[in-house]
T-cell receptor, first 111, second 111 residues
Framework: GQQVMQIPQYQHVQEGEDFTTYCNSSTTLSNIQWYKQRPGGHPVFLIQLVKSGEVKKQKRLTFQFGEAKKNSSLHITATQTTDVGTYFCAGWPYNDYKLSFGAGTTVTVRA | DGGITQSPKYLFRKEGQNVTLSCEQNLNHDAMYWYRQDPGQGLRLIYYSQIVNDFQKGDIAEGYSVSREKKESFPLTVTSAQKNPTAFYLC??????????FGSGTRLTVV
């Protein structure tokens, strides 16, 4: 069945450094979405990518959708303590009526 | 303001009891979903509904039941058949192929 794999599972980052989390699907996706869950909170929708090769930015966050529409990445520059949380990618397959979530990357920041 | 309301925020269940978690949305979304999240883990789909009076099992439906009698409401019952129900339960809704809006969740504990 449809699977979305996300790596790394944990990311420990020094404040001010950059990092990237990666997402790979076993099948082609109609779109891919990213969510952020703060500790103790609920997932919040960040962004959706639809087009092959699409790149979108939100301040220090850069989201990319692969050319084959099977992989995506989230790159955060100059990490801040406000970036702490778990980032989930979620892919919407063409032949399904629901998202397939990755396992998430949990980010901790060292001040 | 539009959104999803989950209640209660905290729930304690005795062994052998059935409990029902409430999920109400005023976003006019057709699709609604229930997820379970264990500590440090990702999101596992319990049930989903694409339209009123219709719902499908997700990956971990055993020990759970749902109903979808109204567009706005998608309650989840955790039955006594669910042997390890302690978890964080998240409800979400969406329009087709769009981002999910999550509720703030219910933390269920067996006492």
């Amino acid at each position: 069945g449809q699977q979305v794999m996300q790596i790394p599972q944990y990311q420990h980052v020094q404040e001010g450094e950059d990092f990237t989390t990666y997402c790979n699907s076993s099948t082609t996706l109609s779109n891919i979405q990213w969510y952020k869950q703060r500790p103790g909170g609920h997932p919040v929708f960040l962004i959706q990518l639809v087009k092959s090769g699409e790149v979108k930015k939100q301040k220090r966050l850069t989201f990319q959708f692969g050319e084959a529409k099977k992989n995506s990445s989230l790159h955060i520059t100059a990490t801040q303590t406000t970036d702490v949380g778990t980032y989930f990618c979620a892919g919407w397959p063409y032949n399904d009526y629901k998202l397939s979530f990755g396992a998430g990357t949990t980010v901790t920041v060292r001040a | 303001d539009g959104g999803i309301t989950q209640s209660p925020k905290y729930l304690f269940r005795k062994e052998g009891q059935n409990v029902t978690l409430s999920c109400e949305q005023n976003l006019n979304h057709d699709a609604m979903y229930w997820y379970r999240q264990d500590p440090g883990q990702g999101l596992r789909l319990i049930y989903y509904s694409q339209i009123v009076n219709d719902f499908q099992k997700g990956d971990i439906a055993e020990g759970y039941s749902v109903s979808r009698e109204k567009k706005e409401s998608f309650p989840l019952t955790v039955t006594s058949a669910q042997k390890n129900p302690t978890a964080f339960y998240l409800c979400a809704s969406s329009i087709p192929r769009d981002g999910y809006t999550f509720g703030s969740g219910t933390r269920l504990t067996v006492v």
